[in-house]
Structure formats: C-alpha cells, structure tokens
C-alpha cells in the first residue's frame, strides 16, 4: 500500500520540482495545484471562487476602517453620509447571497466555456507585457459594455425593476460595490466574462492567468469606484480619462449620467456626464450656440 503522503499536494510539488528546474516557484505551485485537483474545472472554479471572495472583502474592508478614521472624512465625497455598521452589515449579506447564487455558477461555467475557446491553463505563465496589452483591451471593452448596459438598466421599467437595488445607497462605500439584483449581477458580470472569452476566441492566446489578474483589478476598480473617497493621489488625478471614485459617486448622488466604469470617454463624448461642472459646460456650449445663431 502506498504510504498516503502520495496525494498530497506538496508531494505533487516536489514532483514536478524535480522534473520542471526550469519553472519558477509560482510556476511550479500552480502545477502542483492542476496536478493534485486532477480536474481542471474544478480547480479552476474553487480557486477563483475563493479569489473573488478574498479580494472582495480584503479590498472593502480597508474603506470600512477610513470611515471609522474622522482625519479623512475630509476626502470622503459626501462627507456628510458615512454608512452605519449596520447598513454595511445588511450590504454584505445581500452580497454574500448573489455571490453564492449568481457569481458561483457564472465563475464555474467560465474555464469550460473558455477551455472551448483555446484557453491555457499550463505553465511556464505568459510574460508581464502580454498580460498588460491584454488587461488593458479587456478593460477597454468592460468598460464599453458597461456604459451601454448600464444607461440602459437607467431606462424606467428595467430601473424600477432590476437597478433600483444598486441604488438603495446615494453615498456609496467599498461593500456595495456589487450590492444589486442578481440579474444585474449576471448581465454587469458578462462585460467581466465575455470579454476575454471573446478575446480568447478571436486570439487563441489566452492564459487563464491573465484571466485571473483581469479579474483581480477589475473588483479593485469596482470597489474603489464605491469607496466614497477622493484622495489627491487618486488614480484619476494622474489618468484624467480614469473614472474612479469621484465619476461614480456623482452618479449615485444624482441618480443620472456617469454610466461608464473604468474611463471618462463614453460619458464624455455622449454627453451623459453628471455633476455640477459637467452642467455649467452644456450651460455654456448651449449659451455659445444660441448666441451663434
Ligand atoms: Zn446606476
Ligand atoms: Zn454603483
């Protein structure tokens, strides 16, 4: 009989060590993973399923502690709306529930879908720039699928019925960042989804590590943008086509405009732009065209 040491998963990684010298220590962790589970979908579903939760709220939970901190209510967009413990409390079970029932299944069923399209899930990892060049189109086209679908969840019945949810908060924060319906959840998570699975389909060159980043940085991008704070080293005080917390919290407030995620561009160049400065510009170019005419 074998001793049962032979299943364990380190016993997985010092095989492949011995075989592999020439991948790296992460390389090698990560085949070791594949190895021990013996089944790609499963591997891949739990892991990224714990990778959504622990980067959901070890990213909120930073933003729960400034508002407890009364130093840097002075950054925070709507000062005056700092959430209670139990409003955060009744967020995250609400969360907690869609992530079981909507993002569970839509996670699981991507490395299948994927794996149709040609999706790598070997070792050695793609290099840093492809990953880059790849995060970069996918959130270019998120960010796409999210103006159009989200001006569209602002039309009356699909608001009333469907994004009224993601509303409940004028002022958001960190844990609210996918507080909605679970059919917003499923047709918000598609932009997330499809657009490395179309990227994959139309490339055959998709690791499903990128796939893992991508997702990484787009729930940070999610729940800074609910965060309610505006610091003078934000991210779209260096990238003004960066959206941030300060596009989206004005979207929240006012209820209208601001529907991208990631980038200005689509608001700005369809002239949905909210707040205050972007009323005095329509204002002035309305006053300019009266006036040229
Ligand atoms: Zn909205
Ligand atoms: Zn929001």
Redesign the pocket.
């Known amino acids: 009989m074998l001793p049962h040491t032979q299943n364990t998963y380190w016993h997985e990684f010092s095989e492949i060590s011995r075989y592999n010298v020439q991948l790296n220590y992460f390389e090698k962790l990560w085949a070791a993973w594949y190895a021990f589970m013996g089944n790609d979908v499963l591997a891949t579903g739990i892991m990224s399923f714990l990778m959504h939760e622990t980067v959901y709220f070890g990213r909120s939970l930073p933003w729960m502690l400034v508002d407890r901190i009364p130093a840097l209510n002075k950054y925070k967009i709507q000062s005056h709306k700092v959430p209670s413990a139990k409003e955060q409390w009744d967020c995250a079970k609400l969360v907690l529930l869609s992530h079981f029932t909507v993002e569970l299944p839509q996670i699981w069923l991507f490395h299948p879908m994927a794996q149709y399209f040609g999706l790598a899930t070997s070792v050695p990892f793609p290099s840093i720039l492809t990953m880059a060049y790849q995060i970069a189109i996918f959130f270019v086209l998120e960010d796409t699928w999210h103006y159009w679908m989200?001006r569209a969840?602002?039309w009356g019945p699909l608001y009333k019925n469907i994004?009224k949810i993601?509303?409940q908060y004028s002022a958001p924060f960190g844990l609210a960042a996918e507080y909605a319906s679970p059919i917003e959840v499923m047709i918000l998570g598609l932009g997330t989804i499809f657009a490395p699975i179309l990227w994959c389909a139309l490339t055959k060159n998709l690791h499903i590590l990128t796939m893992y980043i991508w997702i990484v940085l787009r729930l940070c991008q999610a729940i800074d943008a609910h965060s309610g704070y505006d610091f003078p080293y934000s991210l779209h005080q260096f990238l003004p086509f960066w959206a941030g917390a300060d596009h989206h919290d004005t979207?929240h407030e006012k209820f209208i405009g601001n529907y991208s995620s990631s980038f200005r561009w689509w608001d700005y160049a369809l002239d949905t732009e909210s707040g205050a400065e972007a009323a005095k510009r329509r204002r002035e170019k309305k006053a300019a065209r009266a006036k040229a005419a």
């Open positions: 989200h969840l602002h994004h993601h509303h979207h």
